[in-house]
Every structure is written in structure tokens, then in C-alpha cells.
């Protein structure tokens, strides 16, 4: 149950971003003037493999068009294997996003690391014409 | 950092030195780091963070250590913190400072391939993220002009194209600007540096105010009158409407004085008052730039007669007058009882800067005795002039050659910039928080500490030393740090591009071993990180140009370290060229491409060689032994290549041939950055051994 | 709960944010969230004279959360954390809102977008504010003791450092003597330093010191507890047990040598050494220099044996020392007898840093090096009455075939993992593909592991030359002395809890922690799971996993984060 937005606004894009690496890389978009989407907003937690698929769920059913996580990747501080286990995350996310009727591409993960603020934003635009397609 | 924030988590109260604007070292710099290519930004700025927030970490950055003596207690260090001129706790970090600065530099965290500007905060991950103006005292220019005028300023204003906001920046030393660039005899060009180099002419920095004050004028845009304060405490009465004076009315008024000009003629303006038609000032300019004086507040009486003491009967604060010229007096006004007076120019026009420059002093003066405060500091603004410094005779006007706006442009971009910031003052209009002060002054404390701990790393091997590689000679070869530069996300031109023409490159070489394991250039050793971080580079750049092609020569691929030589056999599996040969030179050939001149150690052996339009000179360590020389009678030993010399390299790492004092990091050699972090580890183990010992901690 | 009372202020930036965000319609928009007793606009929020408004405000109203929107918090989380402390408040629950890098400098295109998405970002904030609960960093006691396992060199060293300042050092050595795989040595690159007293002036500071405990002969039979306080059960000359209790455990167990394979290089012939045998017989020699009764005048070394190999066929890892330590080998073998032929077939010379001078030394004393590729390397063969006959493609004269005579062949082997599987079974250690201890990062943590409070230093971690080993030690002891020297562990209060309510106890969560910090628990209600705090990370593994939701990490919670979503979608 997506609540229905009209085409002429904006998708709304949560972003889930890590406190350490993610989240510096989306600042230093911002620092630099890029420009993105105000539809994408971000809640920042300690790790990519600590995001819970009830969450993506959740937002998708009160007010998020589609949900992004921008993953520590292979830089990531706590796990070696953070790339594997946040794409578990995404797998069970995308399962139960299936059982409840919604499209799986609303759910997107890429690795950004502290200074990849022009890849975030490249994701970003992409992501939102993608859930702009989906709109229509 | 390791070495402060293992020390700091042991308990020990940690200061740390840093002669950047910002912590993170060469490291911070980088693109990515073998052999796991994690982002080196990713690794360094949590680690940054850390030092910045603990609590027992003090951090100095942008500071030097000027002495390191040793007394009964420990040592006393002398730290220098470097005039930033911006107040860091004012200071947000917002950058809107860089954008308005006029003066380029070099930047030193991109190797140079780019500019940055005079205030600058030193690259998007630094720690503090403070801005710092990067200034040399006073431009020469600006150093001689009598009237105090920041004459760089205007240059690199005009050089920006605000020629508006160089008027008015001209405007806040002096209401003469169009006079002056008549009349001057111009001792700021005779001063510029830019005339001294072989074939330079010296900036026509008359040419370009003169543009500056014409086009001001011939703007709609007026002064905007301001009605004279009502200061009943700050009147003071003038009694000259010369240049002199009415630069002394203009200042005050500024500084919120009531000022009231007294003459006797029927006109202001003393000898400029019917303008000077052979130096190309005529009258409606003069009368314009009185204007300017009007402007602030000052009010001119005509036709009047006044004599300070009838000025002092009326209640004045102060009076200022003017004194018959004689070149055997002081060149400088003289306060006495209430009284300021200056030498008055009578026909001399051609000292028109100097009057003015009387008359800011002795503002400054009035200012100091109706205020009772000390003028010193503020004197400084616009120094006294030796007696000699004043041309004898008359020196001739040179009417300013009339220049376009283009000329100029041509003419200024040629300026040197040298003090570097040319205190044109925009960034200080721009800043939000109001946290510029040009004239902040630097700050030195000294710190009582038990132990020194050096880590001042190395610097790197300077190609140019091997004339024959064509570094500095031809623009496509460049060095290992410029290319991991133009590696980084945070790089220059956001793209991979070769110097010469912005070009892609499609075939790309290394030069391993550029000063090192070579005794031709003083450095016989291996500095054990250029093969990896070549290594590295070559991964990168495949990864970003799947099409190019790389070729790495070398004389032994040294993967020594914990995962190194499955990175290199990673690199052969991507396709890397690794070629068994020494370089011996490198000659530019058609479109700026080079050709490799090699040694082949492998294959058919004998010289060789080979194209490429890129060039990466995979540079050596070299020791950075500049902090040995502060620390006077506690000098450490340093080995035969000046590295910091660890007195038992086996059994005591980080140990120096001095009690106390204990070396950490690549300072003691060159090191990878592992090595490096475990080395000051080792470093922290001695020092809190010995401060322990030694009956330091609590 | 009772109601919350919380402050908002947002920050003007001096423009950085109120030229591209309409504060004041932020501001407005905000007064009106339920709970927000409170908000302001601030010029500059982090200026001291703005805090200390700030810091009256809290007190004033008694407000007890307060959310800033400034900049990003990784400028000044920790500037308004202790502002907060300073009026009184638990410094976790403010919260900052970043409306600059991530709102105003982001979109300063569109100022309205730009203030809608600011007002949903402090929404959240406040969403955040009003489930955020007042937390404390841990904080745990340290034994003041500091246990290191393996009396090698770098083990010995690491051991007196601590013992130095005052530490209580258990050394524990398998062996029965202590002093690891140089004890016998005379020559030790680069320095020619005696092995043998290079341990012994050591061990004599290790007796002088109170300090140190060492025992030989022993054994690591348990280890329970974690983080400052591990309690060791070891055991002595196969009999005599002792329990001890350690803040810290420092393991330095070294590595072991590569034993080639019969054949492998001729390995097995009887002039087939490796480098290590060859050392003996160098250091045990006195004037003569014989093997097998005959004068040696030719010796060939043979680089990178079990050392750089791909495929299955050996360890793909350069073992880093070798190159270096035979270079040292040939310089010693010519001062003993410069008559005597040196040939040294290698990959790569990786005489790194200040030891490529023993390379020149070398090269300069009449050693003669050749370059081999790993598809033709050399073939060992013996001949009757002349001894060995070596034949290989030297690559640096275009590949041409070479044959040479020589009575002696050493192979230049490289390191392996040690035997340590029990101790790896007992600490949990974690270790890399190669056989060696991994650390948890090669750069910002190098001597540690996943196990809080277990260091590791020296060859144990991977092949390492002997001062290499050492400064690991080193390092070690600095890690381990900010534990023990401090008495307590400071641990972050972000780690993870159970809502036991929730929890079913299917155990799923345990596997998934990747520093042991779940265990079963046995209550009146049933089976459920618990967090040992001293070993929680806080990353959330475990919280991702748990479809009961029953796992969240402090400051992270379920409903926290679900109020944000719902306070920003909405």
C-alpha cells in the first residue's frame, strides 16, 4: 500500500547511511554544491548490516517511494564481510516486500565510502527515475 | 595521530603539533590503499575525529615547534601557532570565504596540479575545518605605498574583474583615488617584484587605478552622503582642506568623529583644488573625490579663519594643523598638547600619497589622544616614512598611460603575489560569522612535557632532480602522488585526464625506483612503498579505464608486506605489464607522448624502448629531518640518510639516541602505512615506559 | 512515560543555511510538533554565546531533549553533546540534525523543496528526541595483569615493557626454554647480532624486573571471561595447573619454517639444504668449512621455495624475510671464505628499506644473482663424485639455460603458520586464509583481533623479520597498557539488547554475532538470549536477522527508527 503520489511530486527516497562511512561520502555531496533530489533524506545507523528489513517495509508503507542504502562496502569498520550480509538484508527486504504486494525495485544498495559523494548522487538521480517509471 | 591517541588512552595528557591547517598527513591525500584498496578517507577519518575529540589530546595545527630545551622538570616546547588570520572558534567552515578570494596559489594537498586560494581550508576532510589565509606580510607593493593603500589588493581585485570592489577597497584607505593615479610617483611600482625578474615590467599598477577611479566615476553610482555624527566627545577641528587634511577629516569621520574642516580659501582642496592639468587631473575629479570626504560625514567650512587654540575654546577635542614643510623636520605629524600637526605640502603635488599618509597618521593619533588608548597598533597600518625615502625633487609626473580594461587584465595577470594575501579584503566583507581579522597577530606558548614523541614522516624524492626523466620539462610526466591525486574522488578536474591537453591517457608507465636504490641520487636504499602503491595505481586506473593500457618497469617487485604479493599477482592478472628494466631517459616525441628509453633486464636485454602518453614517476622517500634542528642541545643522532636514527633497531624500536625523546613513523625510515601505525605503537609502548619510569604519570 | 519536553533551534549558519532554507517557516512548522515546548533559531548554534542561551533554555523549561539542525554531525555532535552535559542533561539525548551538508548546501536551487525537506528532517529529529532515553558509556574494571602467550623475542620484549611500568606480566612459554627461533643464533641480519644474547641480556632484565612471571613448558588449558578480565587456566610441565587473572592477552606465538617436499628442489639430497640448516652449520662451524668431510667451494641458493607459488601448489604469500636473510647468509659465507663461488637464483630481491645495503654488500663481495620464472624454475640433480648439478632459464640473459656444478644447494625457505589449533580453539582467535592470526584492520588495528582485549603481535600475524616483530610487540603493549594501565574499559552505550518479550529463543542471532556476544539464557519464562555488553560492537548483525525484532541496538531502536521514517514520509 504505497500512498499515492501524485507524478508532478517528487519520489520520496529514504536513505539509510552508516555514521562512519556513508554518511561523510553524502556530506561531501552537499559540501561540494551537488545537487540531488530533496525527495532522498537520510537516517544514519552505525552499519549497513545492522538495518533491519522491517524497516524498508516500513517505509515503504508510510510515505517512502523507495528505499536506498548506501552500504559500507568493503570499507566498512565492524565486518569483513558487511558487503554479504547487507546484501542478506536486501534479499529478505526484498522477499517481504514481494509478500506484501510491492515492486522489489523500490529497494536499492550500492557501497559508498566517505568521499563518494558523486556516486551517491549519480545513484540517487538514477534511483529516482527509476521510481518515477514506476510511478507512471 | 597513532602515537597521540595511544598515548591519550593510556592516560597521558598528549599536545599534539602539526604545521598543516589540517591532521591526516600524506595519507588523507590518497586515493585508495593496497593491498585491500579500501578508500584511504574511510580509514583516516575516523582516526582524525578521534584525536580531535579526546580529551587528553590538545591539537596545534597550523603551528611549528620552534625550540625543545630541556629542564629539571622535562621538556619546555616552544610551539608557534602560524597566523591564520581567521578566528577558529568564529569560524563554520563554510567556504564562502574561497569563493570571493583573488589570489591563486598553488594547492599543495592536489601536488600543485590545481589552484586553491589564499584563505583556503586545506581539502573537504580536514580536521579542524577551519580556514587559514596563507599571507607573507605585507606585498611589497602595498609595503610602499605612504598613503598605506593596499595596492596587491587592487591588482588582485582588478585581476578578478571587481574593479568596482577594487574603487572601494581604495576608498577605505583614501578619498583620492583618481588624484593619486595622476599625481603618484608610483614607489609601489618602483617596489614590485614582477619589475626585478629578467625580462618583467612592473605592474602598471597606476595604469590600473586610474581605470578603477574613471570607471567609479563615470558609474551612476553616488556616494551615499552620510549627515556628520553627532559626537560631542569626538569633535575635532581641521585646519587645512589640503590633501593632508581632508585625509585626516576622511578617517576620522569614518571612525565615527564629528570633524569639521576649517580654510580660509573659498574652495576645499588645497593645492589640488583647481586640479593639476599636466598630470591629467582636472578639477571635476578633484571635486568628485572631495565628494568622497563630503561623503563621510565631514563638514567643510569656507571662507573661515581658525586657529586650534580658538578651536579648543570652542570646544573641540582635538585640532589638527598643518606646519610649514622643511625637509630637515621629522616627515611625520607630532602631537603636542592637543595638537597634531603634520608637514604641509605646498608644491609638491607629486607627494600627494604622502600627505595622505600624514593625514592617516595623525588621525590615528587624534583618535589615541581623544580616546587615551595607545596608537602603536593601529599606526602600523600605515608606517612612518624615512626622511630618505621622500624624493628629493620634484620626480615628474608620468601621466598613466591609458589602458583598457583588457590591458589591464593582461597587465595584472602577471602579478606575482607576493606576500600572497593581498588584503583586498573581500573575504573578510563575505564572511558570515565575521571570523577574518587581518590583523590577528600569531600566538606562541610553550608547553612543559615529560617526552617528545617525533613523527614527522618523509617527504618525497623530487624528480627533478634526475633531470633526464623530464619531469617539469614535459607536462606528461608526472609523479605518483599527482597521479594518485587525479585518482581520488575528491581529485582535480574530476576526471583522469593528462596534464597536456586534458587528454584520456590510453597507455600509461611507471617509473619504479625514481630516487631510490639509485646512489647517483644520494639514495641507495629501497623506500618500500613504491612498488605497491604503483601496483595499486595501475589496479586503479584499469578499473577507471578498462581500455588503457600500463606498464610498470621495475628492477624488483618488493610485495613484501601481509597480502602485498597476491596483490601484485591480482595486477598481472588485469592485464599489467611488468617490464624488467631500468629507465635511463625519457624524451618527448609528437603530441606531447613520450618515449621510454629503458635498460631491458629481461628478454632481449639491451637498451630499448618504448611509447606512452603518460609518464608516472613512481617517486623514493626521502628523510624529513627538519625537526631535528629545534631541538638545540637534545639533537637525536640521524643515520647517513638523515632519518632519525633508533639507537637499537632490534630489540628498542622507537627508542633515539636521546633520553625521552622517542620517534614514531616513517621519521625513522620510510614505511608503509601498516608498519607505520604498529611503529608508533611501539613508539607510545617506549615513551609511556619511560614516563612511567621516570616517575611521570600522575 | 511522562511527557517529554523538548527544544528545537535551528541554525541560521550565518547564512549557510538561511539563505537556501526558509528557517523561520521551519521554526514555525516545528513549534507546533506535539512534545516541542521550545523552538528557536539560532545565528550561529555552535558560538559559545548561543550555547549558553541554549543552556539557560534547558534549564528554564526544563526541557529534557533537545534537537539542533545544523551542520553535520561529524563537526559537532560532540560540541552540543557536551553542551548538553553542561546543563545537565544526558548527552545522548540530543540530537543533531544535519540541514546543511545534507538539506541547505544540497539544494540551494530551490529554496521551498529545501525547506520542506528541512522541516521533515527536524521532524524526525524530534521523533528521534522524544524516544531517545538517557544512556551511559560502559564502563568495566581491568585486572591490572597482562598475560603473553609464546616467550619468543617479541613476546619476551612486549613482556619487560609492561613489566616496566609497573604490570603484572605472566609469560607463558610452550617450549622449555624461552627465546623462540633466534636463541641459537650468532648472526642475526642486519646487524650480526648474537641471537643468544640478544635473549639472554633480555631474560637477565626479565629476572631484575618483579614484574614478570614466566613460565616454560606450559600449556593453555581455558580461558573464560572477556574484556579486562580473563580468567586462564594453564598448566605447567604437564602437571601443575594455576588459574590467573589478566586484564589483557598478548599473543606472540611466531611461526614456524617451511619444510619443502622430498624432491622439491632435490630437497632430500644430502648437499640440499634449507636456510636455516645452512645457518646452523655456518653458526656450529668454526675455521673449516666442510660438509660431508669435503670443502665446499661453490653454493647455490634458491629463492622463494614455498614462498610466491600460485594455484594449489604452495603459499601464494612472499614470506618477507628470506630475501634479506640470505643475502645476509652469502655476505657472512664470504667473509668466512671469499674463495667461495655464490649463486643465487631468485624472483624478485626484496632487500626492502635500509637491508637492500646487505644486497650491495652481496653483489660487491662476488655473489652472483639470477633471475628464475616460476615455469622454469631450477632443477636440483645430483652427480656422481662432483656433488649437485643445478640447471635453469636465466632470465636475465634472454632466458638462456644455465648449468652449474655446485656442492651445496640452500633453500631459501619461507615462513608457515605455527602450530597453534588448541590455542585458537581456547582464545577464538581469528585466522586468515593463510594459517596466520588475522587483525581486525592492517591499519587502524593492527595488533588487535575481534576479541577485545587479545593482542597479537610478531610472526604469529604473518611473516615478519625479527625487529618487525618486536615493534608489533611493542604495539601490543601499548594497546594492551591503555587497559591496564587505566583500570577500566570504556565502551561506547551503543550496543545491542534484547526486548526478552520478544524473543523466542531460536538462537538464530548467536551464529550471526561475529564477536560472540549472544548466549542463551535460562529464565522462569523460557529460553531466551543475552548480550555480554563487553563484547558487543554495536554494528547490529544481529538486529538485521531477528525477524521477531526482539534485538536493537541502543539509541537505535525499533520504534526509534520506525517514528523517524514515519516522521519524515509523512
Redesign the interface.
Same mark, same amino acid.
Given at each position: 500500500m504505497i500512498v499515492d503520489v501524485k507524478s508532478t511530486v517528487l519520489p520520496k527516497i529514504l536513505v539509510f547511511s552508516t555514521d562512519s562511512i556513508s554518511d561523510p561520502g553524502i556530506d561531501l555531496a552537499g559540501a561540494s554544491h551537488m545537487d540531488y533530489s530533496t525527495g532522498a533524506m537520510v537516517i544514519s545507523v552505525p552499519c549497513s548490516s545492522g538495518i533491519h528489513p522491517g524497516w524498508i517495509l516500513h517505509a515503504l508503507k508510510n510515505g517512502f517511494d523507495g528505499v536506498f542504502i548506501a552500504a559500507d562496502g568493503t570499507d566498512c569498520p565492524f565486518l569483513e564481510d558487511c558487503t554479504a550480509r547487507t546484501g542478506n538484508i536486501v534479499a529478505a527486504a526484498q522477499a517481504l516486500l514481494k509478500e506484501n504486494g510491492i515492486d522489489p525495485m523500490r529497494l536499492k544498495m550500492a557501497a559508498i565510502c566517505s568521499v563518494c559523494s558523486e556516486s551517491f548522487v549519480s545513484h540517487v538521480e538514477k534511483f529516482n527515475s527509476v521510481l518515477l517509471k514506476l510511478e507512471a | 595521530m597513532e602515537s597521540a591517541v @595511544?598515548?591519550a588512552?593510556?592516560?597521558f595528557d598528549v599536545a599534539l603539533v602539526e604545521k598543516e591547517a589540517s591532521i591526516g598527513g600524506k595519507m588523507i591525500l590518497l586515493s585508495k590503499?593496497f593491498p +585491500?584498496?579500501?578508500?584511504s &578517507?574511510?580509514?583516516s @577519518? $575516523?582516526?582524525m575525529?578521534a584525536v580531535a575529540?579526546h580529551p587528553r589530546i590538545t591539537l596545534f595545527t597550523y603551528s611549528n615547534v620552534k625550540s625543545v630545551k630541556r629542564d629539571a622538570h622535562g621538556f619546555r616546547v616552544r610551539v608557534v601557532s602560524r597566523n591564520s588570520y581567521v578566528d577558529p572558534?568564529?569560524c @563554520?567552515?563554510? &567556504?564562502?570565504c574561497e569563493t570571493v578570494c583573488t589570489v591563486a596559489r598553488p594547492d599543495q594537498f592536489n601536488d600543485g596540479m590545481i589552484a586553491r586560494r589564499a584563505i583556503y581550508i586545506p581539502f !573537504?576532510?580536514s580536521v579542524p575545518?577551519k580556514a587559514v589565509i596563507e599571507k607573507k606580510g605585507l606585498s611589497p607593493c602595498s609595503q610602499a605605498c605612504p598613503a598605506g593603500i593596499r595596492a596587491h589588493g587592487i591588482v588582485s581585485l582588478a585581476r578578478a574583474g571587481k574593479f568596482r570592489e577594487a574603487a572601494k577597497r581604495h576608498l577605505e584607505d583614501s578619498p583620492f583615488p583618481a588624484a593619486l593615479s595622476c599625481l603618484c610617483y608610483a614607489p609601489c611600482e618602483n617596489r614590485c617584484t614582477k619589475g626585478k625578474t629578467k625580462k618583467g615590467a612592473p605592474i602598471p599598477i597606476k595604469g590600473v587605478s586610474s581605470l578603477m577611479a574613471n570607471g567609479y566615476y563615470g558609474s551612476n553610482d553616488q556616494v551615499a552622503i552620510k549627515t556628520a555624527p553627532d559626537a560631542p566627545e569626538k569633535r575635532v577641528a581641521v585646519m587645512d582642506a589640503g590633501p593632508a587634511g581632508l585625509s585626516a577629516a576622511y578617517h576620522l569621520a569614518l571612525n565615527g568623529y564629528e570633524v569639521t574642516v576649517f580654510t580660509k580659501d573659498s574652495a576645499p582642496g588645497g593645492i589640488l583644488a583647481e586640479g593639476v592639468p599636466e598630470a591629467g587631473l582636472s578639477r571635476e575629479l578633484v571635486a568628485r573625490e572631495i565628494d568622497n570626504v563630503i561623503g563621510a560625514g565631514v563638514i567643510i567650512d569656507t571662507d573661515t579663519s581658525m586657529t586650534p587654540e580658538e578651536a579648543g575654546r570652542r570646544g573641540f577635542a582635538a585640532a589638527l594643523a598643518p606646519v610649514p614643510w622643511n625637509p630637515d623636520l621629522v616627515m611625520d605629524p607630532v602631537v603636542k598638547d592637543g595638537i597634531v600637526t603634520y608637514p604641509e605640502l605646498v608644491d609638491r603635488p607629486y607627494l600627494l600619497a604622502h600627505a595622505i599618509g600624514w593625514g592617516r597618521r595623525a588621525a590615528v593619533m587624534v583618535q589615541a589622544l581623544v580616546e587615551k588608548r595607545n596608537s602603536e597598533d593601529a599606526l602600523v597600518l600605515v608606517p612612518a616614512l624615512k626622511r630618505e625615502k621622500i624624493p628629493a625633487k620634484d620626480p615628474h609626473y608620468t601621466v598613466a598611460t591609458k589602458l583598457s580594461e583588457e590591458n589591464v587584465q593582461e597587465a595584472v595577470s602577471g602579478c606575482l603575489d607576493c606576500g600572497v594575501c593581498s588584503e583586498c579584503r573581500q573575504c573578510v566583507e563575505v564572511? !558570515?560569522?565575521g571570523a577574518i581579522d587581518l590583523a590577528m597577530k600569531p600566538s606562541t606558548c610553550e608547553i612543559d612535557t615529560d617526552s617528545v614523541v617525533l613523527a614527522t614522516g618523509f617527504r618525497l624524492f623530487d624528480p627533478a632532480r634526475k633531470p633526464l626523466l623530464g619531469y617539469s620539462r614535459y607536462p606528461n610526466v608526472i609523479t605518483a602522488m599527482q597521479m594518485d591525486r587525479l585518482l581520488? $574522488? +575528491?581529485r582535480p578536474y574530476?576526471a583522469l585526464l593528462r596534464p597536456s591537453d586534458g587528454k584520456i591517457p590510453g597507455n600509461i608507465a611507471f617509473v619504479l625506483c625514481t630516487g631510490s636504490?639509485d646512489v647517483n641520487a644520494g639514495n !641507495?636504499?629501497?623506500?618500500?612503498i613504491c612498488c605497491m602503491y604503483s601496483i595499486k595505481q595501475a589496479q586503479l586506473i584499469m578499473g577507471a579505464l578498462p581500455i588503457s593500457e600500463v606498464t610498470i618497469y621495475y628492477i624488483?617487485?618488493?610485495?613484501? /608486506?601481509?597480502?602485498?604479493? #597476491?596483490f601484485f599477482?591480482q595486477a598481472e592478472g588485469m592485464g599489467t605489464h611488468f617490464v624488467?628494466g631500468k629507465v635511463v631517459r625519457v624524451e618527448e616525441v609528437k603530441d606531447q607522448n613520450l618515449r621510454v628509453h629503458f635498460e631491458d633486464? #629481461?628478454?632481449?636485454?639491451g637498451l630499448r624502448q618504448a611509447n606512452h602518453d603518460l609518464v608516472v614517476l613512481s617517486v623514493g622517500a626521502i628523510s624529513n629531518p627538519g625537526i631535528v634542528k629545534v631541538l638545540g642541545d637534545d639533537r637525536v643522532e640521524q643515520d647517513e640518510l638523515s632519518y632519525i636514527r633508533e639507537v637499537d633497531? +632490534?630489540?628498542e !624500536? /622507537?627508542r633515539t639516541s636521546v633520553d625521552g625523546i622517542f620517534v614514531a613513523g616513517a621519521a625513522s625510515? $620510510?614505511?608503509d602505512? $601498516?608498519?607505520s601505525?604498529?611503529?608508533? /605503537?611501539?613508539? &607510545?609502548?617506549?615513551a609511556?615506559?619511560y614516563l612511567?619510569?621516570t616517575g611521570a604519570?600522575k | 512515560m511522562t511527557e517529554k519536553k523538548i527544544g528545537a533551534f535551528i541554525c541560521r549558519c550565518g547564512g549557510n543555511i538561511s539563505d537556501y532554507v526558509d528557517v523561520e517557516q521551519v521554526r514555525k512548522e516545528i513549534a507546533r510538533e506535539d512534545n516541542v515546548t521550545v523552538a528557536g533559531i539560532n545565528m550561529f548554534s555552535c558560538s559559545d554565546a548561543s550555547q549558553e542561551d541554549m543552556i539557560a533554555n534547558i534549564r528554564e523549561n526544563g526541557l529534557d531533549g533537545i534537537v539542533i539542525a545544523s551542520c553535520s554531525p561529524k563537526l559537532h555532535l560532540n560540541t552540543f553533546r557536551a553542551m548538553a552535559e553542561r546543563a545537565g542533561l544526558n548527552p545522548y539525548q540530543y540530537i543533531q540534525v544535519n540541514i546543511r551538508e545534507q538539506c541547505s548546501w544540497a539544494h540551494t536551487h530551490n529554496k521551498d523543496a529545501a525547506t520542506r525537506k528541512a522541516v521533515s528532517l527536524v521532524r524526525e529529529g524530534v521523533a528521534k528526541a522524544k524516544l531517545s532515553e538517557p544512556l551511559t558509556p560502559i564502563e568495566l574494571t581491568a585486572q591490572p595483569s597482562v598475560m603473553v602467550i609464546g616467550a619468543g623475542l617479541a613476546g619476551m620484549r612486549a613482556a619487560l615493557a609492561l613489566g616496566e611500568m609497573g604490570v603484572t606480566v605472566y609469560l607463558v612459554e610452550a617450549a622449555p626454554e624461552p627465546g623462540g627461533s633466534i636463541k641459537g643464533r650468532k648472526s642475526l641480519f642486519p646487524d650480526n647480532s648474537s641471537g643468544h644474547e640478544l635473549v639472554e641480556s633480555l631474560l637477565e632484565r626479565i629476572r631484575a624486573n618483579g614484574n614478570i612471571v614466566l613460565y616454560t613448558s606450559a600449556e593453555i588449558l581455558e580461558k573464560t571471561g572477556s574484556v579486562g578480565n580473563f580468567t586462564i587456566r594453564i598448566q605447567v610441565d604437564g602437571k601443575n595447573e594455576t588459574t590467573l587473572s589478566v586484564g589483557a592477552v598478548i599473543v606472540s606465538t611466531g611461526s614456524g619454517s617451511y619444510r619443502p617436499t622430498d624432491g622439491e628442489f632435490g630437497f632430500g639430497l644430502s648437499c640440499v639444504l634449507t636456510l636455516n640448516q645452512y645457518i646452523d652449520m655456518l653458526d656450529s662451524s668454526t675455521d673449516t668449512f666442510l660438509l660431508n668431510g669435503r670443502k665446499i667451494r661453490n653454493i647455490a641458493y634458491i629463492y622463494c621455495v614455498g614462498s610466491r607459488r600460485t594455484g594449489k601448489e604452495g603459499n601464494r604469500y612472499c614470506s618477507r624475510y628470506c630475501c634479506s636473510a640470505a643475502v645476509h647468509t652469502a655476505v657472512r659465507t664470504h667473509e668466512v671464505d671469499p674463495s667461495i663461488g655464490q649463486f643465487h637464483f631468485y624472483r624478485d630481491i626484496r632487500t626492502y628499506g635500509a637491508y637492500e645495503e646487505l644486497y650491495h654488500e652481496a653483489l660487491k663481495k662476488g655473489s652472483v644473482f639470477l633471475k628464475y620464472g616460476l615455469k622454469d624454475p631450477p632443477q636440483v640433480t645430483e652427480v656422481s663424485g662432483s656433488g649437485l648439478r643445478i640447471r635453469a632459464k636465466d632470465l636475465l640473459t634472454g632466458a638462456e639455460t644455465v648449468e652449474l656444478e655446485t656442492d651445496l644447494v640452500v633453500l631459501v625457505t619461507g615462513m608457515v603458520p605455527g602450530e597453534n589449533s588448541q590455542l585458537i580453539d581456547i582464545l577464538k582467535l581469528p585466522v586468515g586464509k593463510e594459517g596466520f592470526f588475522n587483525e581486525i584492520h592492517p591499519k587502524l588495528r593492527p595488533v588487535e583481533t575481534v576479541m577485545d582485549g587479545i593482542y597479537i603481535a610478531g610472526a604469529c600475524q604473518g611473516p615478519k623479520t625479527l625487529s618487525e616483530s618486536v615493534v608489533s610487540g611493542m604495539a601490543a603493549v601499548a594497546k594492551s597498557a591503555s587497559l591496564v594501565l587505566t583500570g577500566k574499559v570504556n565502551l561506547d552505550p551503543f550496543v545491542a539488547r534484547v526486548l526478552t518479550e520478544k524473543c523466542t529463543g531460536c538462537g538464530e542471532c548467536i551464529s550471526s554475532c561475529p564477536y560472540g556476544a549472544i548466549s542463551m539464557k535460562e529464565t522462569p519464562d523460557g529460553t531466551v538470549v543475552e548480550i555480554t555488553e563487553s563484547l558487543c560492537k554495536g554494528e547490529g548483525a544481529c538486529v538485521a536477522i531477528c525477524n521477531e525484532e526482539a534485538l536493537e541496538i541502543k539509541g537505535y531502536g525499533h520504534n526509534m527508527i520506525k517514528a523517524m521514517i514515519e516522521a519524515l514520509g509523512g
Open positions: - | @595511544t598515548l588512552d593510556m592516560g590503499v +585491500t584498496l579500501d578508500c &578517507s574511510c580509514i @577519518t $575516523p582516526k575525529a575529540n572558534q568564529k @563554520t567552515g563554510c &567556504s564562502q !573537504p576532510q575545518k564572511c !558570515p560569522g581520488a $574522488p +575528491t574530476n636504490r !641507495p636504499r629501497c623506500s618500500r624488483d617487485i618488493r610485495a613484501f /608486506g601481509k597480502g602485498y604479493d #597476491e599477482q624488467k633486464m #629481461e628478454g632481449k636485454g633497531g +632490534t630489540v !624500536p /622507537g625510515g $620510510p614505511k602505512i $601498516p608498519d601505525v604498529v611503529h608508533a /605503537g611501539a613508539a &607510545s609502548a617506549q609511556a615506559s612511567i619510569r604519570l | -
